[in-house]
């Protein structure tokens, strides 16, 4: 493939996002504000909110972080008694508030606004097509395919007119949908993001994370399975299997990195005991004699917790993390040299001094973290040996579904064997975690996707992309 149509796919796929709903409640947007605020990690670039109150959609949306965007007086202006709400994550295209969700869209069965989280490995066929038969579209958001689909089938009814739309896209989609007086939320086949049912006083809540739920104190009903609809009305919840399900490729990535730890996602299962079980596991496979381990924090956290205590080495916090980092950050041009990740994270050199270290991350994308991380704790910190552990196999393919990884070519496990990574991040040793390893920590493995470890990717491309995607692989 040519390097502008691999550019032109990537720049169209990256996008990582949190979606939360409420349904029947006076505070629908208060709650909506606190349920983002809680998946803030899922994205930074940008946040919306629409409600209604049974009338009409009233929409906020910006770019920037949740309690930013947010004032007294902006959700004054969301009344009613349900809402649904977006967190957009930062990609390398900059941001851009025309692509900040919801996605708000007036048509013949009324007004509706869409909050997806996941992309669509169809949307640029579905768009181009769309656009032929005369269809302008307000975003680059692949999201708003959806919308137009929904616009333009026949069915007779919005709910046949949803699935109609749904039923022609291919991907991943964990989707809010809001009218004026029904709040939807559909998972797409294959489920590969997450999304979960709630209740909170009398209300019902959707969130693509439980710590939303912990948040606002609502109690954790079930997940929305995959392929499945919830309509949520005055009338109550309905279920509607929707969507055929072939296979569940749950995203493996939400548990080694993107989810927050104290989440219960794809079914219950507690994401920071999944962490702790791959450290587990990975010292298990990939022992070696050290004085102490230490985390890449925050996501390094759990599984180095359970390297060490698998391994009856110490834990101890040897690297600390600035948490206010923002976009926003000038770095200085002279004077201050390789600036870069110092401002992230400091070793601590009374922990790391004349140590044999362990050093735990959950994944190596392109490698240039962990190389100034080894550089750190040996020159900085003062530790005599570095050795990497990775909490996962090495990130050999880019991911189609909503995780931001760059493309193939920038990941250094795609090209590059262990003993050359090893030299290039300077570490004294390096392994990751075994496929085995990674999947004798979850219940019911073949229950996920793993596409990024192995290139066997459960959704293809349609058409001409199936063979972009095979050319870049070969
Ligand atoms: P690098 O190898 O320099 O590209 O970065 C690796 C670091 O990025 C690891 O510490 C991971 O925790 C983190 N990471 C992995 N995947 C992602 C992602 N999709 N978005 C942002 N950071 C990530």
């Known amino acids: 493939m040519s390097t502008l149509a691999e550019d032109r796919l990537f720049y169209e796929i990256r996008e990582e996002c949190g979606v939360f709903g409420v349904f029947g409640h006076p505070e629908a947007a208060n709650l909506t504000y606190l349920g983002l605020y809680a998946l803030q990690h899922r994205g930074q670039e940008g946040a919306g909110i629409c409600s209604t109150d049974g009338k009409q959609l009233y929409i906020e949306k910006s770019t920037g972080l949740v309690a930013d965007i947010f004032s007294d007086k902006r959700l004054r202006k969301l009344p009613g008694f349900a809402a649904i709400g977006h967190n957009r994550y930062s990609t390398a295209g900059g941001s851009s508030l025309k692509n900040v969700q919801p996605l708000l869209a007036t048509f013949s069965l009324g007004s509706i606004a869409v909050a997806h989280n996941g992309n669509l490995v169809n949307a640029t066929e579905l768009r181009e097509q769309l656009e032929r038969e005369g269809a302008i579209f307000q ?3 692949d999201s708003e395919v959806i919308v137009h689909l929904t616009a333009h089938s026949r069915a007779d009814t919005f709910k046949a007119r949803l699935i109609d739309a749904l039923s022609q896209v291919a991907g ?13 939320a559909v998972r797409d086949p294959y489920g590969v993001r997450p999304l979960c049912l709630g209740s909170f006083d009398g209300a019902y809540v959707v969130s693509s994370e439980t710590c939303a739920f912990d948040l606002i104190g609502a109690e954790y009903i079930r997940d929305i399975e995959p392929g499945e609809m919830v309509v949520i009305s005055e009338d109550g919840v309905e279920s509607l299997k929707a969507l055929h399900s072939h296979k569940k490729a749950y995203c493996i990535f939400e548990f080694i990195y993107f989810a927050r730890p104290d989440s219960f996602i794809f079914g219950g299962i507690n994401v920071n005991e999944v962490r702790k079980s791959l450290g587990r596991n990975l010292a298990k496979e990939r022992p070696v004699e050290a004085d102490l381990v230490i985390p890449v924090p925050d996501s390094g956290m759990p599984a180095a917790l359970g390297y060490a205590t698998e391994a009856g080495i110490p834990f101890e916090l040897g690297l600390i993390r600035n948490h206010y980092v923002g976009r926003t950050f000038i770095e200085p041009k002279q004077s201050i040299r390789h600036f870069g990740v110092k401002i992230k994270l400091n070793p601590v050199r009374n922990i790391l001094r004349g140590k044999r270290v362990i050093v735990v991350d959950d994944s190596i994308v392109r490698g240039t973290t962990s190389k100034k991380i080894v550089k750190m704790v040996r020159e900085v910190g003062g530790a005599r040996e570095v050795h990497v552990r990775i909490s996962s196999p090495k990130t050999i393919g880019p991911c189609f579904y909503g995780i931001d990884t760059p493309t193939r070519r920038e990941l250094i496990a795609s090209s590059h064997r262990v003993e050359e990574i090893r030299k290039y991040i300077t570490a004294d040793s390096l392994a990751y975690l075994s496929l085995d390893g990674l999947r004798a920590s979850v219940p019911n493995p073949d229950d996920y996707c793993y596409a990024c470890f192995t290139n066997d990717y459960p959704i293809r491309f349609p058409g001409e ?10």
Do not use: D, H, P, Y
């Not at 991943?172 to 939807?184: D, G, M, N, P, T």
């Not at 992309?465 to 070969?474: D, G, T």
């Open 139 to 141: 975003s680059t958001a």
């Open 172 to 184: 991943a989609f964990s989707l809010l949908v809001l009218r004026e007086k029904e709040l939807i």
């Open 465 to 474: 992309q199936v063979e972009q995607m095979e050319l870049l692989f070969v």
